[in-house]
T-cell receptor
């Protein structure tokens, strides 16, 4: 069935380090792909998205490219900050009718050391 | 728009009691989702609605859980009777009618503790 798999956390990095969080998906069609971020005590909020193959989503220095050939949507940031500490969720959505649910990965907790 | 509004933000109840969680989606959104988040199981989709009609409730854990959407601006998730293992954060999210490429907007969540 349709699913999203992302790398297990927690991930701990020093400030200004390079970040990669891996995400792969399985889908019966061509989903839209998303990265959400959850800060402590809050709901999920959209970080970036891509709707078709080779699209690159970007926001706040984060980027992810929709790779159909590898069914991946890895999240990257060149230089992380302490304020990036949060839980990151990869998600997919297929939808051609009323049946359009969003499937989330398990989340990756990121901690940034000053 | 104020975003998705959930109430209460925190709920503490005794085992066996009925619990009702409430959600007001963003005006004009056609989809409404209920998720449950725990450390052990992560983020689970419980049920979702399209135009107030339940589309998929396969994630509802058991008959103690029920959800309704009587109109486009209100939904409830009810647990009766509640059990300690129901303790979690429950999120409501909404999104516009989609061809598959629009994101969901989440509420702040309701933290439920059943003692």
């Amino acid at each position: 069935g349709d699913s999203v798999t992302q790398m297990e956390g927690p991930v701990t990095l020093s400030e200004e380090a390079f970040l990669t969080i891996n995400c792969t998906y399985t889908a019966t069609g061509y989903p839209s792909l998303f990265w959400y971020v959850q800060y402590p005590g809050e709901g999920l909020q959209l970080l970036l998205k891509a709707t078709k193959a080779d699209d690159k989503g970007s926001n706040k220095g984060f980027e992810a490219t929709y790779r159909k050939e590898t069914t991946s949507f890895h999240l990257e940031k060149g230089s992380v900050q302490v304020s990036d500490s949060a839980v990151y969720f990869c998600a997919q959505r297929l939808g051609y009718s009323s049946a359009s649910k969003i499937i989330f990965g398990s989340g990756t907790r990121l901690s940034i050391r000053p | 728009d104020a975003g998705v509004i959930q109430s209460p933000r925190h709920e503490v109840t005794e085992m066996g009691q009925e619990v009702t969680l409430r959600c007001k989606p963003i005006s004009g959104h056609d989809y409404l989702f209920w998720y449950r988040q725990t450390m052990m199981r992560g983020l689970e989709l419980l049920i979702y609605f399209n135009n107030n009609v339940p589309i998929d409730d396969s994630g509802m854990p058991e008959d103690r859980f029920s959800a309704k959407m009587p109109n486009a601006s209100f939904s409830t998730l009810k647990i009766q009777p509640s059990e300690p293992r129901d303790s979690a954060v429950y999120f409501c999210a909404s999104s516009p009618q989609s061809l598959g490429n629009t994101e969901a907007f989440f509420g702040q969540g309701t933290r439920l503790t059943v003692v």
